[in-house]
């Protein structure tokens, strides 16, 4: 195994405890952690596209393609709006990326042994009841067209 793999595999066993016995993030915690900054940045994607005059509803669909283009998804009438604004936002895809690895690391967890498809899309809706995060392993093409 590559030195990045070890490093991961060693901060995986931190998380969960499995290597060394010790103190563990236990997977609530981590669910807990995934759902509190998915919540911080649908609060800041909404303060940032209210300066541009973009109100949810109706509900914005995000989602993250395999080939890391961050993009409005759905029929949003101000999808082009939304997109220009997303494009080069480069602290928003960092955020939105950030949110994904927690989510990556609940669903692994919770699917221990499981190998998920070469192309999966993340997706976050923001929805006036609040955010929502989901895997998409079916329709998500393997880059963006």
């Known amino acids: ?6 490093a991961v595999v060693s901060a995986l066993a931190r998380l969960f405890g499995a290597a060394n016995g010790g103190e563990a993030l236990p997977l ?15 609060r800041i994607v909404r303060e ?3 300066t541009h005059g973009i109100s949810i509803p109706p509900a914005i669909s995000l989602v993250s393609y395999p080939d890391c283009v961050l993009a409005v ?10 997109q220009a604004w997303l494009t080069d936002n480069h ?3 960092k955020y939105f990326k950030e949110v994904e690895v927690l989510f990556e690391v609940v669903r692994a967890a919770e699917n221990a042994g ?5 192309y999966s899309c993340f997706h976050v809706g923001l929805t006036s ?8 392993d079916h329709h998500c093409p393997p880059t963006l067209a």
């Open 129 to 136: 009841a609040g955010p929502v995060a989901y895997f998409d």
């Open 1 to 6: 195994m590559h030195a990045e793999g070890n």
């Open 73 to 82: 998804e759905g029929d949003h009438p101000q999808r082009e709006a939304i």
């Open 114 to 118: 499981e190998v998920f498809p070469e």
């Open 48 to 50: 940032e596209l209210d």
């Open 91 to 93: 602290r928003i895809t």
């Open 28 to 42: 609530s915690g981590i669910r807990e952690r995934a759902s509190k900054e998915l919540s911080q940045f649908a």
